[in-house]
C-alpha cells in the first residue's frame, strides 16, 4: 500500500510512462527583492541554494531545455518532459514578457507540460487566461509559495503577502484547467507544531492539486543565518520533521499529489542542519513512520 499521492504516481497514471521535471531560468526578477516590496527578500531565501537552473553558467532557455532533456534521456531513460519556470517570481512582468518566455516550450515536441513558479500575489487576470491557453496542449501548473497561512509567520519571514492573497489567487485559478501546487514549509520562526497542521488543514479544504512539503534550513548569504548564528533561530531536528509531515499528510485530500516532501541543498550553502543533505534517509524515515502507525494521506481529511 502507498501511504501518500507521489507524484511520480500521478505523472505515469496520466502520461503512462516517465516525465522528468527540467527546472529552468527564465530571466524573472522577484518584487520582494527589486524594492517593490522589499530589497531584502524572505529571510531564508538564496535562489543559488534553491534552484539547479541558477547554478549552472548562464544560457538560453532552448539550451537549458535541450540540456535538460538531454540529460534526462540518459539518466532516466525518459522521453517526455515538463519544464520548470523555478527562480524568483515567474509571472512577475508584463504579459507578452511571460508569452515570449512560456513559449519557447512549443519548440520541444518531447515538452508535455510547463509548471510555473511564482507567488499568491504576483497573478491577475490577464497573466491567467495566459497560463490558460497552454491547458488545451499541455499539462499546465502554477505553484504558489504559501510557505503559512499564518499572517503573523509570513510577516517575520518577510514575505510581504497575506494568507488572503494566496486565497485570492486560488480562487482566480480554479476553473481553468491549470493545477495549483502550494508550496509550504515546515520549522518556520515562532511557529508551533499545530500552526503548521493548521496549514495542512487548510490546504485539505481548499483540496489543493499539489503540494510541496519543505523543512526550513539555514543557507548562506541570509538574513536567516544571520539570526542563526546570533543564537536567534535554532532549526528542528529530524524527529520533529518526520512526526510534523507524517501528521501533516492526515490532513490532505487523497487526491492531492505530493510533489515534493522534503528538501536538498548542495553542500556549499547549506550551513544547518546536517539532515538535510541526507534526503533519502529523511523520506524512509517519512515512509517507515507512515507504515507502522498504519498512517496514510487523508486519514483525518
Known amino acids: 500500500m502507498e501511504r501518500y499521492?507521489?507524484?511520480?504516481?500521478?505523472?505515469?497514471?496520466?502520461?503512462?510512462?516517465r516525465v522528468v521535471k527540467i527546472s529552468v531560468d527564465g530571466g524573472f526578477k522577484c518584487p520582494n527583492l527589486d524594492g517593490t516590496l522589499s530589497k531584502e527578500g524572505c529571510i531564508y531565501c538564496n535562489n543559488y541554494a534553491f534552484s539547479p537552473a541558477l547554478r549552472r553558467k548562464e544560457k538560453s532557455l532552448e539550451e537549458q531545455i535541450e540540456e535538460g532533456i538531454n540529460y534526462g534521456r540518459k539518466r532516466f531513460k525518459a522521453n517526455m518532459f515538463i519544464v520548470y519556470f523555478q527562480p524568483y517570481t515567474?509571472?512577475?512582468?508584463?504579459?507578452?514578457?511571460?508569452?515570449?518566455?512560456?513559449?519557447?516550450?512549443?519548440?520541444?515536441?518531447?515538452?508535455?507540460?510547463?509548471a510555473i513558479g511564482t507567488r499568491p500575489d504576483c497573478i491577475d487576470e490577464e497573466k491567467l487566461k495566459l497560463i490558460e491557453s497552454?491547458?488545451?496542449?499541455?499539462?499546465?501548473?502554477?505553484?504558489?509559495?504559501?510557505?503559512?497561512?499564518?499572517?503573523?509567520?509570513?510577516?517575520?519571514?518577510?514575505?510581504?503577502?497575506?494568507?488572503?492573497?494566496?486565497?485570492?489567487?486560488?480562487e482566480m485559478t480554479k476553473g481553468r484547467g491549470i493545477k495549483i501546487c502550494a508550496?509550504?514549509?515546515i520549522g518556520l520562526p515562532g511557529e508551533t507544531k499545530n500552526d503548521m497542521i493548521?496549514?495542512?488543514?487548510?490546504?485539505?479544504?481548499?483540496?489543493?492539486?499539489?503540494?510541496?512539503?519543505?523543512?526550513?534550513?539555514?543557507?548562506?548569504?541570509?538574513?536567516?543565518?544571520?539570526?542563526?548564528?546570533?543564537?536567534?533561530?535554532?532549526?528542528?531536528?529530524?524527529?520533529?520533521?518526520?512526526?510534523?509531515?507524517?501528521?501533516?499528510?492526515?490532513?490532505?485530500?487523497?487526491?492531492?499529489?505530493?510533489?515534493?516532501?522534503t528538501a536538498d541543498c548542495p553542500p556549499e550553502y547549506l550551513v544547518a542542519p546536517f539532515w538535510i543533505s541526507l534526503k533519502e534517509r529523511v523520506i524512509k524515515m517519512i515512509e517507515d513512520r507512515l507504515e507502522k502507525d498504519d498512517i496514510y494521506q487523508g486519514k483525518k481529511f
Open 183 to 185: 508550496h509550504v514549509i
Open 198 to 261: 493548521e496549514t495542512a488543514k487548510e490546504c485539505g479544504r481548499l483540496r489543493i492539486d499539489g503540494i510541496k512539503i519543505h523543512p526550513l534550513h539555514v543557507v548562506k548569504d541570509t538574513k536567516l543565518e544571520k539570526m542563526y548564528r546570533e543564537g536567534k533561530y535554532t532549526p528542528m531536528d529530524i524527529g520533529f520533521y518526520v512526526d510534523t509531515v507524517v501528521e501533516f499528510l492526515q490532513y490532505l485530500s487523497p487526491d492531492t499529489v505530493i510533489q515534493r516532501i
Open 90 to 114: 515567474n509571472t512577475y512582468g508584463e504579459v507578452e514578457f511571460l508569452k515570449k518566455r512560456y513559449d519557447v516550450i512549443k519548440n520541444f515536441p518531447e515538452v508535455v507540460g510547463i
Open 134 to 170: 497552454y491547458t488545451e496542449n499541455y499539462e499546465v501548473w502554477i505553484e504558489y509559495g504559501l510557505q503559512s497561512i499564518h499572517d503573523k509567520t509570513l510577516k517575520i519571514i518577510n514575505r510581504n503577502h497575506k494568507y488572503s492573497d494566496f486565497l485570492k489567487a486560488v
Open 5 to 17: 499521492y507521489k507524484f511520480s504516481k500521478y505523472l505515469k497514471e496520466k502520461f503512462g510512462g
